[in-house]
């Protein structure tokens, strides 16, 4: 985080969560930092504009309001570009990731509903000529990602329980403008009301009620990790047999360093990992240090895994909850 300063480096790493639902947010996050209001507004500007943030805005808890899924494609090298031009064209495609396997583009898709998945995962195989390998969630460990830059590494909170009987048909909306992002802007929740036509009280209202059912996982600033330094993120994948992974995912998930941690579905005869974690390192020797605690665990230590180190970033945004039009 060397191109920043120390005022830069707080907003980045002091506000990735707890964003006050108040009628000026950065207001109090600007009191908090001894600064006005315009300074704040200003500096998130400027760093949301040099991609140090993706925005300032929520992160949805998979499969509670729309689906997702984590899938890749094998990508010969000579259409790497052409592929990844077809795949983050996609709407709902809001992670696309080059990584060091024979599956080489990773991309996490989005949508309202899982017809609509389905159909965005089957036009990237008509529009590829490659076959999607397509990997489900199946429980989460730790989803959060919104982890200290500057402090020692420490072990992420295990995700809340989440109550999806909290969801009103009219949030949907409400929650897709939170994963683009709030405007920053001195009334955020003022503006988005005016979009979504209602009162400001009652998108405060709703965020807070989203929140407390875990559907929201987190709402504050979304940073672009490997802008600020952290350049060697790899995800592991380990052949956990399924009647383990209940009792190993929670332990994996507390490894400091370990900043997510999820079960996904096997796919027979071509993928066999289940149990997935992703490791955010400065350095490679770093991660993999990281990576070495994971494998001292009694329950891992003999257990096959691969390491999938990410190489390139080809997109990254917030999910699609509503159906664009």
């Known amino acids: ?33 001894g600064l006005e209001e315009a300074c704040v507004l200003d500096r998130l500007t400027r760093l949301k504009g040099q991609g140090a943030l993706t925005r300032v805005g929520a992160t949805i808890r998979p499969n509670t309001v729309g689906q997702s899924t984590l899938a890749a494609l094998a990508v010969p090298e000579e259409r790497l570009e052409e592929v990844a031009a077809i795949v983050g064209a996609e709407p709902g495609v809001n992670h696309s990731y080059l990584r060091e396997a024979e599956w080489n583009l990773w991309f996490v898709a989005t949508a309202p509903d899982a017809d609509m998945l389905r159909a965005s995962l089957a036009r990237i195989e008509a529009r590829t000529g490659l076959t999607v390998l397509d990997l489900r969630l199946v429980k989460p460990f730790n989803i959060d990602l919104g982890f200290r830059l500057t402090a020692q590494a420490r072990p992420m909170a295990a995700p809340r329980a989440a109550d999806p009987s909290a969801l009103r048909p009219e949030d949907r909306p409400l929650l897709h403008a939170l994963s683009q992002g709030l405007d920053i802007v001195a009334r955020p929740f003022a503006t988005l009301a005016d979009r979504l036509g209602w009162t400001e009280a009652q998108v405060l209202a709703r965020i807070d009620a989203l929140l407390k059912a875990g559907l929201v996982s987190r709402l ?80 891992l230590s003999h257990v096959p895994h691969r390491v999938l180190f990410s190489t390139r970033c080809f997109k990254q945004s917030g999910a699609q909850i509503a159906e664009v039009v």
């Open 220 to 299: 504050g600033v979304i940073v672009r990790h490997r802008t600020l330094g952290w350049t060697s993120n790899a995800m592991v994948v380990w052949d956990v047999p399924e009647s383990e992974i209940a009792a190993v995912g929670p332990k994996l998930a507390a490894l400091p360093g370990v900043t997510l941690c999820y079960q996904r579905r096997s796919v027979p005869d071509v993928w066999p990992y289940q149990l997935y974690c992703m490791i955010h390192g400065k350095s490679r020797d770093q991660a993999l240090a990281v990576l070495a605690t994971a494998r001292a665990l009694p329950a």
């Open 1 to 33: 985080m060397e191109h920043f300063d120390q005022i830069d480096t707080r907003l980045l790493d002091e506000f990735q969560r707890d964003l006050p639902l108040v009628s000026r947010p950065f207001a109090v996050m600007a009191q908090a930092l």
